[in-house]
């Protein structure tokens, strides 16, 4: 934490209950517009997929038609892969996305599979996986990487949005980069305090802390190696040996 850091003014709570509503009302035009939205989302085309795509999953090649699991719709999540690194090279900001997507029963219940297509092999990826305790569907895209993300760069993370007529898969969605952020609660909870997520990149009143997000502080892992979701797996003494000799 920035020692010495900056505070807002300091009022009487009625100027303050003022300023909150004042505020408020940006708010609620914000849902509205977010309402609005997805309203048009669920209006896009879609764009018919090979539901054969190859998949590698737990008992070998699979298809993208499986992931599906029976359901009706699949969110699957483009992992990022540093091909032969270790676990502490690997991307820290799909770690960052993927372990917030815990109980996935919520979206069971209204007939949505959530799974993730690593585009890496499917040994090391999965080792990855089981050493950060994730318990959702795993995946390997790599043997349909670029037909699954055509038009598209292929490496970055993607989330996409797919839903089935029976043994056809079609394409609703897309997103990347931001996009992503969607998947994680901890920068929801952290724009609602008064320092904010702490990076530099953030407009900020002079004087509010920002060490995040610099050289020496990366958003998502320090300098001295590993993404933050791995630090408690390391100091209890998880294995992160991914087989790839580092």
Same mark, same amino acid.
């Given at each position: 934490?920035?020692?010495?850091?900056?505070?807002?003014?300091?009022?009487?709570?009625?100027?303050?209950?003022?300023?909150?509503?004042?505020?408020?009302?940006?708010?609620?035009?914000?849902?509205?517009?977010?309402?609005?939205?997805?309203?048009?989302?669920?209006?896009?085309?879609?764009?018919?997929?090979?539901?054969?795509?190859?998949?590698?999953?737990?008992?070998?090649?699979?298809?993208?038609?499986?992931?599906?699991?029976?359901?009706?719709?699949?969110?699957?999540?483009?992992?990022?892969?540093?091909?032969?690194?270790?676990? %502490? *090279?690997?991307?820290? @900001?799909? /770690?960052?996305?993927?372990? &917030?997507?815990?109980?996935?029963?919520?979206?069971?219940? +209204?007939?949505?599979?959530?799974?993730?297509?690593?585009?890496?092999?499917?040994?090391?990826?999965?080792?990855?996986?089981?050493?950060?305790?994730?318990?959702?569907?795993?995946?390997?895209?790599?043997?349909?990487? %670029? *037909?699954?993300?055509? @038009?598209? /760069?292929?490496?970055?993370? &993607?989330?996409?949005?797919?839903?089935?007529?029976?043994? +056809?898969?079609?394409?609703?969605?897309?997103?990347?980069?931001?996009?992503?952020?969607?998947?994680?609660?901890?920068?929801?909870?952290?724009?609602?305090?008064?320092?904010?997520?702490?990076?530099?990149?953030?407009?900020?009143?002079?004087?509010?802390?920002?060490?995040?997000?610099?050289?020496?502080?990366?958003?998502?892992?320090?300098?001295?190696? +590993?993404?933050?979701?791995?630090?408690?797996?390391?100091?209890?003494?998880?294995?992160?040996?991914?087989?790839?000799?580092?």
């Amino acid at each position: 934490m920035t020692e010495n850091p900056s505070y807002p003014p300091i009022v009487d709570r009625t100027t303050f209950q003022e300023e909150v509503d004042r505020l408020r009302a940006r708010e609620k035009e914000h849902t509205r517009q977010g309402d609005a939205i997805a309203a048009a989302r669920r209006r896009l085309p879609m764009v018919e997929v090979d539901p054969q795509l190859e998949l590698t999953g737990p008992d070998g090649p699979t298809t993208l038609l499986d992931a599906f699991e029976g359901r009706r719709q699949l969110i699957a999540y483009f992992f990022m892969w540093h091909r032969g690194h270790p676990a %502490a *090279e690997q991307c820290e @900001g799909c /770690t960052w996305c993927t372990t &917030h997507v815990a109980e996935l029963s919520y979206l069971h219940s +209204r007939d949505i599979t959530f799974a993730v297509f690593c585009q890496g092999p499917y040994d090391e990826s999965r080792r990855y996986r089981d050493f950060m305790g994730w318990t959702m569907p795993w995946y390997s895209a790599e043997p349909s990487t %670029a *037909e699954l993300l055509v @038009g598209r /760069t292929v490496g970055m993370m &993607h989330l996409v949005c797919y839903v089935r007529d029976g043994d +056809r898969v079609f394409e609703t969605y897309w997103t990347t980069r931001r996009g992503v952020e969607i998947m994680d609660n901890s920068y929801s909870l952290m724009d609602l305090t008064v320092y904010g997520r702490q990076e530099v990149q953030e407009e900020s009143p002079e004087g509010w802390p920002q060490p995040w997000g610099t050289d020496a502080r990366p958003d998502f892992h320090t300098i001295d190696g +590993r993404p933050i979701a791995q630090w408690s797996r390391v100091e209890v003494g998880r294995p992160d040996d991914l087989g790839t000799g580092g």
